[in-house]
């Protein structure tokens, strides 16, 4: 398999290994990979271990599904609007009114590469005045990395027409295609729905009505 713009119908066979192949093609999930090898590297080479590490990866694999729904529900669906006279609508959200009006188009799954890079530069500056310590900046570095990457693997596989195999898949490639084609107002969770379940937007399917603003989102 190759690199495509848009996702066929059907599975085109190779299975999970010939979609990692296809993943691979893009340059966000390089972009984050090549990143995540150059942290974990200088991680490594500075060596010092304390327990402060297991605290960091803790503290950000839980932080992980309200993240996601944060970042969706304000941030992607943010809709246009008027302040002090000019229109604000960010370039992110933007890209994610396009995802939702063609879901198979596969540029338009990933993070897109302005964010991507700000994200990177912002992130680690972040990380390097909140820790003030090398070591613990580039745990913290390493695993933010790590799940962002599962994140856009995730995304890719839901959106592929690879069917899910596993129940955990199962699970979560049903919840965000719910999001997508029943009432974009519930399922915001890609990775993981914990943050779905806690905040009550992890409905029974029938309890909800399908949503004509699906792949508008109202704007």
């Known amino acids: 398999m ?10 085109v066979g190779g299975g999970l290994a010939g979609w990692a192949r296809v993943f691979a093609h893009y340059p966000g999930p390089r972009i984050i990979a090549g990143a995540l090898l150059v942290v974990t590297a200088a991680r490594v080479a500075l060596w010092r271990w304390h327990w402060w590490d297991l605290v960091i990866v803790a503290a950000f694999v839980a932080a992980q599904p309200f993240t996601e729904w944060l970042i969706h529900v304000f941030i992607l669906h943010f809709k246009p609007r008027a302040v002090a006279g000019r229109t604000v609508d960010p370039y992110i959200s933007r890209k994610h009114r396009l995802h939702h009006l063609d879901p198979r188009d596969v540029p338009l799954i990933f993070i897109p590469l302005p964010t991507l890079f700000g994200m990177l530069v912002g992130g680690g500056l972040v990380l390097g005045l909140a820790f003030r310590s090398a070591e613990r900046s580039l745990t913290a570095g390493v695993i933010a990395l790590a799940l962002t990457l599962v994140y856009e693997w995730t995304h890719f596989l ?62």
């Open 158 to 219: 839901i959106h592929s027409p690879y069917r899910p195999r596993s129940a955990l898949y199962r699970y979560v490639w049903r919840a965000h295609r719910l999001h997508h084609f029943k009432n974009e107002n519930y399922w915001f969770g890609v990775t993981v729905h914990l943050a779905d379940h806690v905040l009550r937007t992890f409905p029974d399917k029938s309890a909800v009505p399908t949503s004509p603003t699906c792949r508008t989102l109202a704007s």
């Open 2 to 11: 190759v690199a495509t713009t848009r996702f066929p119908a059907t599975d």
